[in-house]
Every structure is written in C-alpha cells, then in structure tokens.
C-alpha cells in the first residue's frame, strides 16, 4: 500500500492529528550559539537556525518529534522550513541543503517507525517546505513594480533540491507550507512533479495556506476559494490552513475551504496571537474548543498547531475530536473553476 493509500485510510476512520510547533519548543531549550553551529565550522552566527540542528544537536528535534506523538500526532513535520538555498544562505550553509534535509527526514523517519512498531497505528512523515522570503508574484521596490528577486526558474529548483532530500530521507509527502504566495507554491508544485518524473513514482504533495489579513487572503491577493482553484490541478493530498492569526479568525475560511475543496482539510493555527512580549498565552483547552468547532460541524480531517502551539495543545486536540467522524469529501459539479484573485466558476 502506498502512503497516498495508507493515509486515505486512515483518514477515512478518523481525524487526524498532525504536530505542533518547532521554532517555538526549540526556543525553550535556550540553546546557545556554540550549540547550534556544532563542529561544522561555518564563518557565519547559527544562533536562530534552528534546521541545522539536525546535524549539530539532533537530540533536540528527536526529543520534540517524540513529545508529538506521544501528545497522539499521527504526522510529524520535518523541522526543515527554512532548510532551502535561499534561507540557508542567510548563515552561510547552503552548502548543506541537501543533508540537513535528508538528516531531519531520517530523524522524523525513524520517530514515526518506533511509534508505529508500538501499537500498529500509522505514522507519517511530512516533508515540510517553507516559503522562502521571497515572492515571485509581488516586486520588492515600490519604484520598479516589474522587478523580481528570484526567477521562476530558480525557485523551481530550490524547491526541487529541497524535496528531492526529503524524500531521499523518508519523508512520505512533500508539505508546501505557509503560502503567502500563490505562484510560490505553484513554483513547489512543478519542482515536485519534476522530481517525480525523475523517480518514476507519485510524490504525494499536501498545501497550506497563510492568510495575512482578516478578509482571508495571503500576500499574493488570493482568497482561499481562489487559491484552491489555482492549485487544484495538482491534486493536493491535503489542502489547509496554517499560521495566520489563531483559531477564532480562521473559522471562516475553513468553511469555505471545506465546501469547496474535494479533497481532504488539514488545519494548523497558531495558539491564539502572541502577546506584546511575542509569548502565546492560549491554553491547550482553548485551542482545541476552538477547532473542536470545526470537527464538529465536520469541516476537517486533519488537525494540528502551528505557532506557539506545544505538545499539551496536541494532546488537548487530539483528545477533543478522538472519537468524531472526519469530514466527508464534498463531489462537487463539474465545471471550469479559474482564479484571479478572485475565483471565477462557468457554470454548465
């Protein structure tokens, strides 16, 4: 059985439960810049990168894999959203792409094998790929709005090398996150599929989209409803929403998203919005009430946390929704669905 099999089958019994945040359970280890930077002997400061840990402490990336899924993760997330050419450069590591991605697979890999060896219950392991901070879609100097930063070219190829190690590693699908940028993870998109024409096998992709103001688009413009047409083609695994601004703001757009996606959702906010000190304040119990919603008026069939969120909200969730029917895939009538930043549906 494949992994698109196998997790369409779970998925079809209950909801799912993906993991919680890296960046900030990372930061409660108050590591130092020796810790990070390791014995690589980089010329740059490491402190802040957290990807490379996977190479110079990976008992810390282990230990918060681990704290998943006894929280009752059914996914780890590889912690490598910033593990690209592009992000890397910043500390001067671009050079090791290729292995902190393969590493962190491995790590995550190996996790979700001796959870799975425990009690039979699937693990799985989601590539993940961050945005880079880069746009193709929007010019960085307001005086030459046609001027880009990167190509799409080299974006493509960014995102292929990143996927190309994750997979290399163990990852079972490739997880294009955060998108601020519609054509960014249109970029993802087409890396994938070139990586799995070199192959000769499906890489399935999951897709998760940002929202960065309250009507519910991301940076590039789009709604949600338009953002899914326009990656629709590529037969998402998943399609979700993560980061933004908590819960309560997303409740709307899952909706939408649910209604008009025929595929399956997966949801990830942060922990509520963080405090004038950048803390999160929102209590596990909170944040599962607050999802809880969705399950109940049966909008998901993946749940997790994203900024903030820790091991005690993946457990709160996970126990929150245990026992209640995942969402059921919507056939939706067959017409020509486009996107502007709009959508535009042709009716039959």
Request: charged share 20%; glycine share 8%.
């Amino acid at each position: 059985m494949s992994a698109r099999e196998s997790f369409l089958a779970e998925a079809a019994k209950r909801i799912l439960i993906t993991d919680g945040a890296f960046g900030t359970e990372i930061q409660n280890w108050k590591l130092s810049e020796a810790d990070y930077a390791g014995t690589l002997g980089l010329s740059h400061d490491q402190k802040g990168n957290n990807d490379i840990l996977a190479l110079t402490k990976p008992e810390v990336p282990e230990a918060i894999h681990r704290a998943y899924f006894e929280a009752g993760a059914d996914i780890a997330e590889t912690n490598t959203f910033s593990a690209n050419r592009i992000s890397q450069a910043d500390y001067g590591a671009e050079h090791l792409v290729r292995e902190i991605n393969v590493e962190s697979a491995r790590l995550a890999r190996r996790l979700a094998d001796e959870f799975q060896a425990k009690d039979g219950r699937p693990r799985f392991v989601a590539g993940a790929i961050g945005p880079t901070n880069k746009t193709l879609s929007l010019s960085p100097d307001v005086n030459d709005p046609g001027y880009r930063e990167i190509s799409w070219d080299t974006l493509v190829d960014v995102y292929k090398e990143q996927a190309a190690a994750l997979v290399e590693g163990g990852a079972d699908f490739i997880l294009i996150e955060t998108v601020f940028d519609t054509l960014n993870a249109k970029a993802g998109v087409m890396a994938v599929r070139q990586l799995e024409a070199e192959l000769g096998r499906e890489v399935p992709i999951m897709m998760s989209m940002t929202l960065t103001d309250l009507s519910g688009r991301n940076l590039s413009g789009h709604t949600v409803e338009a953002f899914w047409a326009a990656i629709r083609h590529a037969k998402p695994l998943t399609i979700g929403l993560n980061c933004s601004f908590g819960a309560t703001q997303l409740r709307p757009h899952v909706k939408t998203l649910s209604e008009h996606a025929d595929t399956l959702i997966m949801i990830y906010p942060n922990a509520g919005l963080p405090n004038e000190l950048g803390e999160y304040d929102e209590m596990p119990d909170t944040t599962a009430g607050f999802v809880g919603e969705w399950a109940v008026a049966g909008q998901v069939n993946v749940l997790g946390g994203c900024c903030g969120s820790t091991p005690a909200h993946i457990a709160a969730i996970a126990r929150k929704v245990g026992g209640m029917a995942p969402r059921q895939i919507p056939t939706l009538e067959p017409v020509t669905r486009l996107a502007g930043l709009e959508p535009f549906v042709m009716a039959s």
